[in-house]
């Protein structure tokens, strides 16, 4: 048992948020935490509501729980006449379903409120400090962005949730992983959570929850945060914490489902205790300055492959242990050779979205590279907005205007091509320049080849052609 | 769910490190809304060529592999997405035993919901029983969960760590829904107190 099980001395984050959701702790150190915000996807929850039926069990609690379809969805406009994939159409019917039989909150494909789950959660004022967030879905940990202990699960305990509102857990360890300074004009939160992940690995955070503090984490938006903690998963953490603020209170405020009137300022009074005491206990820590971070980007098939954009292509025997074998099957798939500058490495597709960087604040930043630009001859790209209310919001700003002169396709709001679980996806060896969280083989498409990387990135890379330092486009410094 | 007491079994070893989820049950086939019948497309990209015919070179269309119970892997095993249809699919191929260095968190996780023993052993003794393995069907290893030991095929064994409340579960095939339900009362006062200290959850 590590942390600080008990409810005296100073405590992290975690175990504050922890301690105050435990309904249940065995001698072990075995606990029952409450969990006050499940939400659930089509692809991940079908077999858990199949387990209900099949038990006669009910939702604990309908109107904790917030359902929407995302990973299968057609981002085309045709979508509203229906899906045309048979096994999608299927897996979205049995979510309209099971929402409607269970009682559950539901934002149906055709809502405008629709999205990737991830980004409905907060845009809706479901995700609050200091919550529990579940969902069976690894990029949960997105809404630890506002101080919400949030991790994915499986659909075994999607079932366990839906009937219990509750989860079996061990407390994980502590980790804090401090930004210092000040970002560099050009480098964004993704390139902070994948540098972060290039400097632990993808196993590194194993078996810890993450904490992210230091002046560049506070500088952040709270959609730089949702980016930073949405990868913490890529770092192998169980969740990605960071403690709320003025910037957090100011972002929920109003929010169909935040609090209000007194309610509003009890929470907030309980929010505002939300931090790491000092003197807390870390198992872990890792302090990364913020001036040396730089724009980077993914050479491999691994999260953890990230190299900044003015490196080359490292040789396989540059690692050691089962990661040089590892290298040499990332090199062969991704179609590079050693020593290669990444700038010279081509694109063939530009994608703009995922719950990692479809937020309005990464497309205004996309935007503002791509702005009077066109893409490269023979380059392709996709902007797809987290949530049809992102969307519309980037259509007021007159976003979609420059996106579409600059050749883009604009699409409908979903998990899209990051997964490519609906029409959307790469083709054998077509090469992607794109702002989602996983390069992993044959992520985006069978054979297709991906490179992650900031909004502006991928923008810099849509207007060359190649992968580029964003820097060289800028004719003013874009905000973090 | 099934219990798992003992397993004696041929072992394939896969050493790449970081074998995620995608690799183990590709994106294509979650949109089943069932928990059966994946097996057939377990590893799926690297198992079958573009064309459905299977690459001799991967490890479980060799013939001493092909009815592989247990897997010796790389480091960081079942990493990336949560989909439990990974172990759905390692579990309707017959694999109920997983031995490496590290697992990814929740797809450690999932095994224990469905019958699978997820085994972490130091490097060295990865390495020695992914060397047992490399010699083929001759090479069976023998998983023993209330003792906590590997066997190798020339006898020698490896302890392995497990958590009591997982162990307890998997000996007995235990469904934790049905646990979890018997604490109802619990639940249930955690609420009313919730609904008066923070009545905006």
Partial sequence: ?480 | MDKFTTLTGIAAPMPLVNIDTDMIIPKQFLKTIHRSGLGKNLFDEMRFFPDGTENPDFVLNKPAYRDAQIIVAGDNFGCGSSREHAPWALLDYGIRCVISTSFADIFYNNCFKNGILPIILPQDAVEALMKDAENGANARLTVDLESQTVTGADGTAYPFEMDPHRKHCLLNGLDDIGLTMEKAPSIEAYEARIAQSQPWV
């Avoid at chain 1, 489902?257 to 870390?282: M, R, V």
């Fill in chain 1, 1 to 480: 048992m590590t942390g600080n099980p008990t409810h005296s001395g100073p405590r992290t984050l975690y175990d504050k948020i922890f301690d105050a959701h435990v309904v249940d702790r065995q001698p072990d150190g075995t606990c029952l935490l409450y969990i006050d915000r499940h939400l659930v996807h089509e692809v991940t929850s079908p077999q858990a509501f199949v387990g209900l039926r099949m038990s006669g069990r009910k939702v604990r609690r309908p109107d904790q729980t917030i359902a929407v379809p995302d990973h299968n969805v057609p981002t085309t406009p045709d979508r509203v006449a229906g899906i045309e994939n048979p096994e999608g159409r299927i897996q979205v019917a049995e979510l309209d379903k099971n929402a409607r039989d269970f009682g559950v909150n539901y934002y149906p494909m055709n809502d405008i409120r629709q999205g990737i789950v991830h980004i409905v959660g907060p845009e809706q004022g479901w995700t609050l400090p200091g919550m529990t967030v579940v969902c069976g879905d690894s990029h949960t940990a997105t809404h630890g962005a506002f101080g919400a202990l949030a991790h994915g699960i499986g659909t075994s305990e999607v079932e366990h949730v839906l009937a219990t509102q509750t989860l079996i857990q061990k407390k994980s360890k502590n980790m804090k992983v401090e930004i210092t300074g000040k970002l560099r004009p050009g480098v964004t939160a993704k390139d902070i959570t994948l540098s972060i992940i290039g400097h632990t690995g993808t196993a590194g955070g194993t078996g810890y929850v993450i904490e992210y503090c230091g002046e560049a984490i506070r500088d952040l938006s709270m959609e730089g945060r949702m980016t930073v903690c949405n990868m913490a998963i890529e770092g192998g953490a169980r969740a990605g914490l960071i403690a709320p603020d003025e910037k957090t209170f100011e972002y929920v405020k109003g929010r169909p489902h935040a609090p209000k009137g007194a309610a509003w300022e009890a929470a907030l009074a309980w929010w505002k205790t939300l931090f790491s005491d000092e003197g807390a206990q870390w198992d872990k820590v890792v302090t990364i300055r913020g001036e040396d971070i730089e724009p980077v980007v993914t050479w491999g098939t691994s999260p953890e492959d990230v190299l900044p954009i003015g490196a080359t292509v490292p040789a396989p025997e540059h690692f050691e242990g089962g990661k040089v074998e590892a290298a040499r099957r990332s090199l062969d798939y991704m179609g590079l050779k050693p020593g290669m500058k990444l700038t010279d490495i081509k694109v063939d597709a530009v994608f703009i979205g995922s719950c990692t960087n479809g937020r309005i604040e990464d497309l205004r930043a996309a935007a503002e590279v791509l702005r009077g630009k066109h893409l490269a001859p023979g380059v392709r790209g996709m902007v797809v907005p987290g949530s049809g209310l992102v969307r519309m919001q980037a259509e007021e700003e007159g976003l979609d205007k420059v996106f579409l002169d600059a050749g883009f396709e604009w699409r409908l709001a979903g998990c899209s091509m990051c997964l490519g679980m609906n029409p959307d996806q790469l083709a054998p060896g077509e090469r992607c320049a794109a702002t989602s969280n996983r390069n992993f083989e044959g992520r985006m498409g069978r054979g297709g080849r991906t490179h992650l990387m900031s909004p502006v990135m991928a923008a810099a890379a849509a207007v060359t052609g190649h992968l580029t330092d964003v820097r060289e486009l800028m004719a003013a410094p874009v905000d973090a």
